[in-house]
């Protein structure tokens, strides 16, 4: 830990967790494609909340089935042309060859998109398990094969997928940080991570990163908590832990869904403080479609509307 990180730290327990902070961060934003006209105007209810705290982009989620492509472009399409934010489209691997893949970037690109969230993706799933991924006879085989094509066919910033607990499929934690090096190695800009609770978790991540020779920027993945349910089974498919205190601390709250945000918001505000006060300044928000606990914890982080600095902060 640096004397600067360490001051942050004494800082953060002698003081207001939140009291003042300079609004130094950066920040981005993960939707979905929405299903429904309700869906839609949720979301875009949700986009036209979050523009003005000048995110770095927002990404918009991608499946492997024709229909959930075809919205996540016109997702996409209508952030490009309707908001002041970036874009970035995410694109798997699966049950594509490399010309469709080719087909559906080179309609990013026309489209005004120059930022891509590589990942090989998973199979469609088969209730709550996954089927063993099989590339296409005359698709890419990994993520890494993705980002170098993607880079061989246009210059787009590139994103990928880092996992601070490991990846299910990874055999050890070594081979899961060798299959990321070879992801940045191929051309990706910087990894975002799979969300997670703790704070220890991914600072333990950071040094393993660090010690294995990579250098470019991991971001932490941020997801607030509404329903612990739904968490423990993303979680189960992704390999992220849920920590037993999150289950006490949601027991009871099934009925009072205010109280549920109120305790969401904490938690995932608690987080960021702690990651704030070990030097991190760039966080992706993973928002399920939903605006209001993102935007709270960006308020607490010091973030106001167009680039504004709460009045007093450190300059």
Known sequence: MTIDELHEARRAADEPLFADLAGDARISFEFFPPKTEKMEATLWDSVKMLEPLGPRFISVTYGAGGSTRERTHATVRRIVQETSVKA??????????????????????DAGVRHIVALRGDPPRQGDTFEPFQAHPDGYASAAELVEGIKAFKPFEVSVAAYPEVHPE?????????????????????????????????????????????????????????????????????????????DRLFDGLD?????????????????????????????????????????????????????????GANQ
């Not at 992801?183 to 990894?191: I, Q, Y």
């Not at 089974?233 to 992704?238: D, L, N, S, Y």
């Not at 006060?277 to 308020?299: K, P, Q, W």
């Open 88 to 109: 970035a489209a995410h694109l798997t691997c699966v049950d594509a060859s490399k010309g469709e893949i080719e087909e559906v970037i080179s309609d990013y690109w």
């Open 170 to 246: 990874a055999e050890t934690a070594q081979s899961d940080l060798d299959n990321l090096k070879r992801k940045l190695d191929a051309g990706a800009n910087r990894a975002i991570t799979q969300f997670f609770f703790s704070a220890d978790n991914f600072f333990r991540f950071r040094d393993d990163v660090a010690a294995a020779g990579i250098d470019a920027e991991i971001v932490p993945g941020i997801l607030p908590v509404s329903n612990v349910a739904t968490t423990k089974r993303i979680a189960g498919m992704c390999g992220a832990s849920i920590p037993p205190w999150m």
């Open 255 to 311: 009925a009072l869904p205010a109280a549920r945000q109120l305790i969401s918001a904490t938690v995932a505000a608690e987080l960021c403080r702690k990651l704030y006060a070990g030097g991190v300044r760039d966080f992706h928000f993973y928002t399920l479609n939903r605006a209001e606990l993102s935007y709270a914890i960006c308020h607490l982080l010091g973030i106001r509307p167009d680039g504004g600095m709460p009045e």
